[in-house]
């Protein structure tokens, strides 16, 4: 079973950027889609990107496209958010995923393992 750890969370001003990172291991992290989602206190969790194996498909959530950016690095184990022109509704405990599916899902059901999560405070 694959474990995930994230960092990079913070507090930022509205309009700033944040880089979060997903740590994997114990896995084959080359064979997972991979995602991000975000729950908000009160807010049930949210999907926000995710990405295929290979990295050839994204997936956003609409409320993300255009300023946020889901990557991988293979090599290193690691998926990456790059979080552009943060809004306040942007805040929210964000969490990676790994699943087997081919393409990234939008469900949380179709994501067997789950990070700890890392905060994201955006103030206005």
């Known amino acids: 079973q694959v474990q995930l750890v994230e960092s990079g969370g913070g507090l930022v001003q509205a309009g700033g950027s944040l880089r979060l990172s997903c740590a994997a291991s114990?896995?084959?992290?080359?064979?997972?889609?991979m995602g991000w989602f975000r729950q908000a206190p009160g807010k049930e969790r949210e999907f926000v990107a995710g990405?295929?194996?290979?990295?050839?498909?994204?997936n956003y959530v609409d409320s993300v496209k255009g300023r946020f950016t889901i990557s991988r690095d293979n090599a290193k184990n690691t998926v990456f958010l790059q979080m552009n022109s943060l809004k306040p509704e942007d805040t929210a405990s964000y969490y990676c995923?790994?699943?087997?599916?081919?393409?990234?899902?939008?469900?949380?059901?179709?994501?067997?393992?789950w990070g700890q999560g890392t905060q994201v405070t955006v103030s206005s």
């Open positions: 995923a790994a699943g087997n599916r081919l393409v990234p899902g939008r469900s949380s059901l179709e994501y067997d393992a």
């Open positions: 114990g896995g084959t992290f080359e064979s997972y889609t």
């Open positions: 990405i295929s194996w290979g990295g050839r498909i994204t």
